[in-house]
T-cell receptor, first 111, second 115 residues
Framework: GDSVTQMEGPVTLSEEAFLTINCTYTATGYPSLFWYVQYPGEGLQLLLKATKADDKGGNKGFEATYRKETTSFHLEKGSVQVSDSAVYFCALSPNNNDMRFGAGTRLTVKP | GAGVSQTPSNKVTEKGKYVELRCDPISGHTALYWYRQSLGQGPEFLIYFQGTGAADDSGLPNDRFFAVRPEGSVSTLKIQRTERGDSAVYLC?????????????FGPGTRLTVL
C-alpha cells in the first residue's frame, strides 16, 4: 500500500547550518504530500504541503518539492535555528481519507 | 477559532478495563480521523468519519476498538478489555472535507497508559 520512508534520526546541527531531511514515497496514484512538525510538548502541526507534481511547499523558511520522477519530498532549510528543534514527520494522503506517516526524524539544533 | 480538542489529556487504566476517549473537531469540519502514535513512531491511522458514518475503519486493530460520531461532530473512541499493548497517544484530527488536498488539523492527543 501507499507509504513514506523518511531519513532516520536523530539529526544534530549547529545553528545556521543547512538542513535536509529525506523523504521518499510509494503510491499507486497521485497523493498529496505533507511535512508535519511536533515541537516539544506540543501537538502535530502542519508545516507545509504540496498537492501535485512539481509543486513546492514552503513555510517558516522550510521548503519541499514534490518530485514525481524520484518519488521524493525532501525537506530543506537554508539556515536552521535553535527553535527549529523538533520531530519532523513526512506524510502522504491518497485521494482521500487517511494520512500515512513516516516514523519521524528528531532534529536538535545547538547554539 | 478553536482547534481540535481531546479529553482527557491523560488516562491511566488497568488491564481489562473499558475506556472512552473524546474528540471535539473544528466546527464545520465534516471529516474526522483517529490515529494512534506509539513511542518513537509516526501516527498510525485507525478510522475516519465522513459526517456520522465511518467511511473507513480498516486501521482498527481488532474488535475491541470501536468509534462513533452520532451527530457528525464530536467523536468517541471506545476500547474494551484494554491490554498493555494499547498504551499509546491517541490523536484525533479533522479536515473541512475528506479530500486528500485538505489539511488535517490535529488535537493534542490523549495519552493512554494501561497498567
Amino acid at each position: 500500500g501507499d507509504s513514506v520512508t523518511q531519513m532516520e534520526g536523530p539529526v544534530t546541527l549547529s545553528e545556521e547550518a543547512f538542513l535536509t531531511i529525506n523523504c521518499t514515497y510509494t503510491a499507486t496514484g497521485y497523493p498529496s504530500l505533507f511535512w508535519y512538525v511536533q515541537y516539544p510538548g506540543e501537538g502535530l502541526q502542519l508545516l507545509l504541503k504540496a498537492t501535485k507534481a512539481d509543486d513546492k511547499g514552503g513555510n517558516k523558511g522550510f521548503e519541499a518539492t514534490y518530485r514525481k520522477e524520484t518519488t521524493s519530498f525532501h525537506l530543506e532549510k537554508g539556515s536552521v535555528q535553535v527553535s527549529d528543534s523538533a520531530v519532523y514527520f513526512c506524510a502522504l494522503s491518497p485521494n482521500n481519507n487517511d494520512m500515512r506517516f513516516g516514523a519521524g526524524t528528531r532534529l536538535t539544533v545547538k547554539p | 477559532g478553536a482547534g481540535v480538542s481531546q479529553t482527557p489529556s491523560n488516562k491511566v487504566t488497568e488491564k481489562g478495563k473499558y475506556v472512552e476517549l473524546r474528540c471535539d473537531p473544528i466546527s464545520g469540519h465534516t471529516a474526522l480521523y483517529w490515529y494512534r502514535q506509539s513511542l518513537g513512531q509516526g501516527p498510525e491511522f485507525l478510522i475516519y468519519f465522513q459526517g456520522t458514518g465511518a467511511a473507513d475503519d480498516s486501521g482498527l486493530p481488532n474488535d475491541r476498538f470501536f468509534a462513533v460520531r452520532p451527530e457528525g461532530s464530536v467523536s468517541t473512541l471506545k476500547i474494551q478489555r484494554t491490554e498493555r499493548g494499547d498504551s499509546a497517544v491517541y490523536l484525533c484530527a479533522s479536515s473541512l472535507t475528506p479530500r486528500g488536498t485538505d489539511t488535517q488539523y490535529f488535537g493534542p492527543g490523549t495519552r493512554l497508559t494501561v497498567l
